[in-house]
């Protein structure tokens, strides 16, 4: 075995050189607190400045509409829950989700449950999306917000988010999108979207681990996520990780500027696999294709268990994931291809693999030679192929 071959960019992307080498001069030289008023703390102060005027031009917002914090599941939180206590103060208490949103989302909202929050998560389809008109007929008098995600971190299905937003504005309730998945992946205008609120993660574009932001809306103002210090306009206080936004927006801007040509490459590279995989005697993939990630291939494999074709898989040198990050590593079947409508026995065999700029065809070419043999082995041994084999004589 030689060569590694990561699959497993959904989970997180390795640093761009180029934002590590933006990052140094923060780390070692430029040491100086963003509030000091010296020459150390001035230039501090500007980089900070300069990558918050970055993140906001590459979704079209305004800076001042853009909050670092550390990282994607904080920003669903502070969305969240400070929508939710919006909401409260003016006696709406019901919020509508997804059954398929990232667990930074649904752990949420299972916690405001148990405050005297009402939750509706919405179905999604067979082919990983839901619907509008569901969600307009879900939409109560006292709906404060509504959050669903614009890419799943799964299956890589891609909402139709701007019409989400529009019958939100339609009925003068809040949304919030997780684009932890889309954000550096896809086009992303806030404005165009129409969101109140945005989340986004640096790991998940090639940016540092632990820095991430979100987008509130100029005119919304949700209580303080971190009490303290006058950082962030007074509402995430604490010294600001001045390497890691820098990192982050250096590593968004070039992310963005490479999508095109990156996407194009990796949407022929994804639909090749697609095809290549779907070959196999009982395989399925899950999620709409069109509607898709351009690196996302979440495919089932009937009679095979998860765990072992991803062990199998990493003894060929090849990294790739079951579910999400968060699922694997349990026996539980992803909570996504549940929604979906995978019978357990089903969502047992997923794999996903997620590409990046690194990811080349030959990498293509050994996981369309890996996977087939791993699969035919693990049926080989399989009690519950040899059952599914019998039913469908
Ligand atoms: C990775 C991810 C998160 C969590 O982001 P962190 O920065 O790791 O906290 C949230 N939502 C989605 C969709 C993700 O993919």
Not at 368 to 389: F, G, H, N, Y
Request: glycine share 8%.
């Amino acid at each position: 075995m030689n060569k590694i071959i990561y699959a497993d960019n959904a989970a997180t992307t390795k640093l761009s050189p180029t934002a590590f080498e933006a990052m140094k001069p923060y780390l070692l030289d430029i040491y100086g607190n963003p509030s000091s008023l010296y020459k150390l703390g001035i230039q501090s102060r500007k980089a900070v400045d300069t990558a918050r005027e970055t993140v906001a031009n590459c979704i079209n917002a305004e800076p001042r509409e853009i909050f670092f914090l550390s990282g994607g599941s904080e920003a669903d939180n502070w969305a969240i829950k400070g929508a939710a206590e919006l909401g409260a103060r003016k006696g709406k208490k019901h919020i509508i989700s997804s059954k398929f949103e990232h667990h930074a989302v649904l752990h949420t909202l299972e916690y405001l449950e148990k405050h005297g929050f009402e939750v509706t998560l919405l179905d999604v389809h067979k082919d990983g999306l839901v619907r509008p008109e569901e969600l307009e007929n879900a939409i109560r008098e006292d709906t404060a917000l509504v959050t669903i995600m614009t890419a799943n971190n799964e299956i890589g299905t891609i909402q139709p988010v701007k019409e989400l937003a529009a019958i939100c504005k339609k009925h003068n309730v809040l949304f919030h999108t997780d684009a932890v998945q889309a954000v550096g992946t896809i086009p992303i205008d806030v404005k165009d979207i129409g969101c109140d609120m945005l989340s986004m993660s640096g790991h998940k574009f090639h940016g540092p681990k632990g820095v991430g932001a979100i987008y509130i809306r100029k005119g919304i103002i949700l209580p303080n996520l971190i009490h303290g210090g006058a950082q962030e306009r007074g509402m995430r206080a604490g010294t600001e990780n001045i390497a890691g936004v820098v990192g982050m927006s250096v590593a968004l801007k070039e992310s963005c500027e490479k999508m095109a040509v990156r996407n194009a490459r990796l949407e022929k590279m994804r639909d090749r696999l697609i095809d290549g995989l779907l070959k196999i005697n009982r395989s399925h993939i899950n999620g709409d294709r069109i509607s898709r990630l351009p690196g996302n291939v979440n495919m089932c494999f009937e009679g095979v268990e998860g765990e072992s074709l991803l062990l199998m898989l990493d003894m060929k040198g090849i990294e790739a994931s079951s579910g999400s990050a968060c699922t694997s590593g349990s026996l539980d079947p992803s909570h996504v291809l549940l929604a979906i409508g995978l019978p357990h026995e089903i969502a047992h065999g997923s794999l996903r693999l997620t590409f990046s700029d690194d990811n080349t065809e030959e990498d293509i070419d050994e996981i369309l030679t890996a996977v087939p043999s791993v699969v035919e082995k693990l049926r080989s041994m399989s009690p519950l192929w040899e059952k599914i084999i019998k039913e469908n004589k």
